[in-house]
């Protein structure tokens, strides 16, 4: 007998979770990177942060209250593995970034 009857299992419940995590941490990714100083990027800026992560958010949300095209769901298929990893990477490089980067940025700003 199937855990649920009603469709939705825990596979579809960690999915969810994980879509919802993910729309959070876009957002959260926009916001923070235009508060930042543009010292804290490095040489790529602030952009490519904010374009990603917001591409996502808006398509992922279009994708929600829209029966999306095979095409459209390609591309969040797309999206939001891009938005996986590049939330990760922001964390580790903009957020947490290693001592050897931090004592790099201040040996700059001096």
Do not use: C, K, N
Request: glycine content about 10%; hydrophobic content about 55%.
């Amino acid at each position: 007998m199937p855990a649920s009857t009603d469709g939705f299992g825990l596979g579809m419940w960690l999915l969810a979770i994980l879509g919802f995590v993910l729309l959070a941490g876009a957002v959260a990714i926009v916001i923070d990177s235009i508060r930042r100083p543009r010292s804290a990027f490095g040489l790529t800026g602030r952009w490519p942060w904010i374009v990603v992560q917001a591409a996502f958010f808006g398509v992922t949300l279009y994708g929600m209250f829209v029966t999306p095209a095979q095409s459209l769901s390609a591309a969040m298929g797309l999206l939001t593995l891009v938005a996986l990893v590049q939330q990760i990477a922001y964390l580790l490089r903009v957020v947490f970034p290693s001592p050897r980067r931090t004592r790099a940025a201040s040996d700059d700003e001096d």
